[in-house]
């Protein structure tokens, strides 16, 4: 089946930075990648998406690049702000047409 | 709300006890999903429906475990004979989908229920 890994498992940044958030993936077939942000006890929300027939997207101060080659995408959180702070997923839409998750990221972001 | 619905919303039961819960989708909506998160990890997927047709299972979904979607719309997730590492968040979503299922489309999450087997 298909294997996600997620890194880091926690990010601390400072108001205004950048925060990058890794994922790779197994299935060569995998053809959408959507990232979740989900806030403590709240359900997971996506934030971005992005299929296997573009390699970037980009939606105000969130994009997501996407790797066919090697297999990894990443987001990219610009101009960070403290109602960014929450747990962070990547997920991968695989030939099993299901969602398989990473394990997350806690992303902080310090005022 | 238009949103994906769960009831309950938590749920405490006792080890050996049979617990059913429910998930109303995004109207229109033909697919729709159940995971399990425990705390710390990712979303897992248990089973999916294309309208009434439960179309696929993970391994995760042992014979205790059954879901339904009778017509199509609701969802009923069943855990028969619960144990304590059932406990975790159930979360369903919802999606729609060509039924090829290729491209597949955002899925909706609902808020979960979160299952506490004493």
């Known amino acids: 089946g298909e294997n996600v890994e997620q890194h880091p498992s926690t990010l601390s940044v400072q108001e205004g930075d950048s925060a990058v958030i890794k994922c790779t993936y197994s299935?060569?077939?995998?053809?959408?990648f959507p990232w979740y942000k989900q806030e403590l006890g709240k359900r997971p929300q996506l934030i971005i998406d992005i299929r296997s027939n573009v390699g970037e997207k980009k939606d105000q101060r969130i994009a997501v690049t996407l790797n066919k080659t090697a297999k990894h995408f990443s987001l990219h959180i610009t101009e960070t702000q403290p109602e960014d702070s929450a747990v962070y997923f990547c997920?991968?839409?695989?030939?099993?047409?299901?969602?398989?998750f990473g394990s997350g990221t806690q992303l902080t972001v310090l005022p | 709300d238009t949103g994906v619905s769960q009831n309950p919303r938590h749920k405490i039961t006792k080890r050996g006890q049979n617990v059913t819960f429910r998930c109303d989708p995004i109207s229109e909506h033909n697919r729709l999903y159940w995971y399990r998160q425990t705390l710390g990890q990712g979303p897992e997927f248990l089973t999916y429906f294309q309208n009434e047709a439960q179309l696929e299972k993970s391994r995760l979904l042992s014979d205790r475990f059954s879901a339904e979607r009778p017509k199509g719309s609701f969802s009923t997730l069943e855990i028969q004979r619960t144990e304590q590492g059932d406990s975790a968040m159930y979360l369903c979503a919802s999606s729609l989908t060509s039924v090829s299922g290729l491209g597949d489309n955002e899925q909706f999450f609902g808020p979960g229920t979160r299952l506490t087997v004493l």
């Open positions: 997920a991968v839409h695989g030939s099993a047409r299901q969602l398989t």
């Open positions: 299935d060569s077939a995998s053809n959408y």
